[in-house]
């Protein structure tokens, strides 16, 4: 084979791989960024409005100092936090932190969770919810609406919408 020859192969080679490598590193780029989530978690539910909020929460304070034991959830009910206000809880693995009002109901008076335990009860229909994973234990359409809930120091804590 003439030296041409064997020079115009391997350009040719180089050229089909040069193409199949972009190819492959477009559909690595591709799967990459189609495993990647959004921070931007909507809750849509039309029983609850959504109202953006940010809430320090100082564990060192008596009312908060519950939160520092797995288990001992304590009721936020401060002006402009939530709607009916939050339920926060210590899982063991983290934090939760759920809107406390009744997701199944239009909000009216009876919309407000009760707590019991670790769980919440809506007086409107009697269905209890666990405030560790906010699942109902009927079935019903809608889950406790979750908020946003991060560690921002060894005892501060962040709740936001």
Known sequence: ???LIKLNLYHNFVRENYAMKKYILLMLAV???AGCNS??????????????FSFDIDMNLP???QLNFTGSPVYIGVAGV???GIFVTKTGSGYSAFEASCPNQPLTDCSMLERDGI??????DGVEFNLFTGLPSTEVKYSLKPYRIQQTGPTTLRVYN
């Open 119 to 124: 769980n919440v009860i809506c007086p409107c």
């Open 39 to 52: 921070d931007d978690y909507n809750y849509r539910n039309p029983n609850l409005p959504d109202y953006n």
């Open 63 to 65: 009312l908060y100092s």
């Open 1 to 3: 084979m003439s030296k």
């Open 31 to 33: 799967f990459a960024m």
């Open 82 to 84: 939530g709607i009916n």
